[in-house]
């Protein structure tokens, strides 16, 4: 029956596993004979996963994945490009197992690759979130990261949420301090969640211009861009629902433009974690005690969801995504973005911004009315001369017109509870930015011909 | 029986930190994977079981595998646990 030849090619990593796992492999074929694995017809072959109702053995698995990420990791490369020139590209490790699965399957189809290999100069970044999630445990996962990058030949770079205030080593603290109360003033655990996530996004970003890279590359997999298509349409954000569930997202960011891409999109987590466990190990537990109650949040409410919608139909995540695929966002006005979380804002938002006459007078959302930037001032005094300064004493900095924020960042910032709430300076610097360009457009406007001119 | 239990991807956390739980049942050949959830739940729980139970079987999110291999081969929950197996449980909630 089996060829023997096959037996051989198929086998070989086999003989690498410890004693039992023989033991295992006969008593397998006996209670499950009639179900062979689907590429290599083995018999031999102890099965490890049902993956689109085909089973497959380990190292028809393995293949499989590495096949399948291979084109949507192509997708994350500038076509321009010629294709052996390395292209500097941002990883972003969250230290969960899709992120690190994905960093292994990056190293498989480029440094590892035998042959038609893709070229990406990779740098990891891992942002430290634990000055607001107290339970991460912080220490294991970042010798764990930097054994990984260490691995695969990629450097690793660990950035604090804090330093969305900043980076000046002197005023660490201050800006823990800063960043627990930008977070928590926030009434709801969905919004501090949300603030958070924007703002690790916005280091990221920053980081990939740091490091001349165009696209960051994150591990979100399918069950979680479900989870997003679900918690986007519920917190008003259908309107950039399709940007962020798609493989590629481009964002300008004070003239450069950063592309987020999503590699794992077409991956489920079962498929993520029997990968994890047959070829990288088990990844140390990311916190202490049990971080999300189901009710916590909208966020985490949306995965249990898809959770349990995928446990009863495992074709679900693939048909929604699927759905979500075909919308599409109506305008891309690059030169109009939400100040706070970067999603492109809507035509109606556009007209609005175009028709304010004057700058000064918008409807702003400055909260600060003494010139500090903290009620903390002697920690804060110390560092306002210094350019990394987490706050501007210039109070004309920090206006922030609700007008460049979406419809979904201004019921946001509106929830917010503390009156002086000081938001990270790149929200001011993004609003004020969007508003000149919008005035600059509308004083040429004249000059210019109309096309019924002619 | 005896049999080995493994819970991991924070899963542990629910029951007293520990990864790997031996179980010996003197009166037993095999267990319905259902019962041994149960008997899990109360026995080595140590908090909060709608986070490992619902509805009579493991919550979804939670990736089960027997000796090592995806439990969907083997019918899922209605699996019948024999002498020396090895079952794993993995919470697969907010790992991105
Ligand atoms: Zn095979
Ligand atoms: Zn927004």
Redesign the interface.
């Known amino acids: 029956m089996a060829n023997t030849s096959e037996l051989a090619v198929c086998g070989v990593n086999d003989h690498e596993d410890e004693g039992n796992e023989f033991?295992?492999v006969n008593?397998?074929a006996k209670?499950?004979r009639h179900?062979i694995c689907y590429k290599c017809r083995d018999i031999n072959q102890?099965?490890?996963?049902?993956f689109r109702n085909e089973?497959y053995c380990k190292t028809c698995y393995i293949d499989l994945i590495r096949k399948k990420f291979k084109p949507n990791l192509a997708k994350c490369r500038d076509a321009s490009r010629p294709s052996r020139e390395s292209e500097n590209v941002v990883i972003a490790l969250?230290g969960?197992?899709?992120?690190n699965v994905m960093l292994e399957l990056i190293y498989q189809n480029t440094t590892n690759a035998q042959k038609s290999k893709l070229f990406f100069k990779g740098n990891c970044v891992y942002i430290d979130e634990s000055s607001i999630y107290p339970n991460l445990k912080k220490d294991d996962i970042e010798v764990y990261l930097k054994k990984q990058c260490n691995l695969y030949g990629y450097p690793l770079t660990i950035i604090p949420l804090e330093n969305i205030f900043g980076d000046n080593p002197e005023n660490r603290e201050h800006r823990v301090k800063m960043l627990k109360e930008s977070v928590e003033s926030f009434s709801s655990q969905t919004s501090r969640e949300d603030i958070s996530i924007f703002y690790r996004e916005q280091l990221l970003r920053k980081c990939a211009l740091e490091l001349k890279a165009k696209r960051v590359i994150f591990?979100?997999?399918s069950?979680?861009l479900a989870t997003k298509v679900f918690s986007l349409a519920s917190k008003g954000r259908g309107f950039t629902l399709p940007n962020e569930v798609s493989i590629s997202n481009q964002t300008e960011v004070g003239g450069d433009s950063i592309i987020f891409n999503q590699p794992m999109k077409e991956f489920i987590?079962?498929e993520?974690?029997?990968y994890s466990?047959?070829v990288i190990g088990?990844l140390p537990?990311?916190?202490?005690?049990?971080?999300?109650p189901?009710k916590q949040s909208l966020n985490?409410l949306c995965?249990?969801f898809v959770?349990?919608l995928?446990?009863i139909s495992s074709q679900t995540v693939y048909t929604l995504l699927r759905s979500a695929d075909k919308l599409v966002t109506p305008t891309l006005d690059n030169n109009f973005y939400c100040s706070l979380c970067y999603c492109h804002l809507s035509t109606h938002d556009i007209n609005h911004i175009n028709s304010i006459k004057n700058v000064k007078s918008t409807n702003s959302n400055n909260n600060n009315n003494n010139n500090n930037c903290c009620s903390d001032n002697s920690s804060c005094s110390t560092t306002s001369t210094t350019n990394n300064s987490c706050c501007s004493t210039n109070n004309n900095n920090n206006q922030l017109s609700n007008d460049t924020l979406c419809y979904s960042c201004r019921i946001l910032v509106k929830e917010n509870r503390n009156p002086n709430l000081v938001l990270p300076k790149y929200i001011y610097e993004n609003s004020k930015s969007i508003l000149t360009t919008a005035q600059l457009k509308n004083e040429i406007k004249d000059f210019l011909l109309d096309d019924n001119d002619d | 029986m005896k049999i080995k239990v493994e819970l991991?991807?924070?899963l542990?956390?629910?029951f007293n930190k520990i990864k790997t739980h031996e179980i010996t049942f003197d009166d037993k050949k095999s267990i319905p994977l259902k019962d041994l959830i149960i008997w899990m739940k109360d026995n080595l729980l140590t908090?909060?079981e709608?986070?490992f139970i619902v509805d009579g079987t493991v919550?979804?999110?939670i990736?089960v595998?027997i000796?090592?291999?995806?439990w969907?081969?083997?019918g899922g929950i209605g699996y019948d646990v024999e002498d020396?197996d090895n079952i794993i449980f993995?919470s697969?909630?907010?790992?991105?």
Do not use: C
């Open positions: 033991m295992t008593k397998v209670k499950d179900k102890k099965l490890i996963i049902l089973a969250s969960g197992t899709s992120s591990g979100t997999s069950v979680s987590l079962k993520i974690y029997i466990r047959n088990d537990t990311q916190f202490s005690s049990w971080n999300a189901a985490t995965e249990d959770h349990t995928q446990d | 991991s991807g924070g542990e956390l629910l908090e909060r709608n986070l919550r979804p999110g990736l595998l000796n090592e291999a995806d969907e081969l083997y020396g993995i697969t909630l907010h790992g991105g």
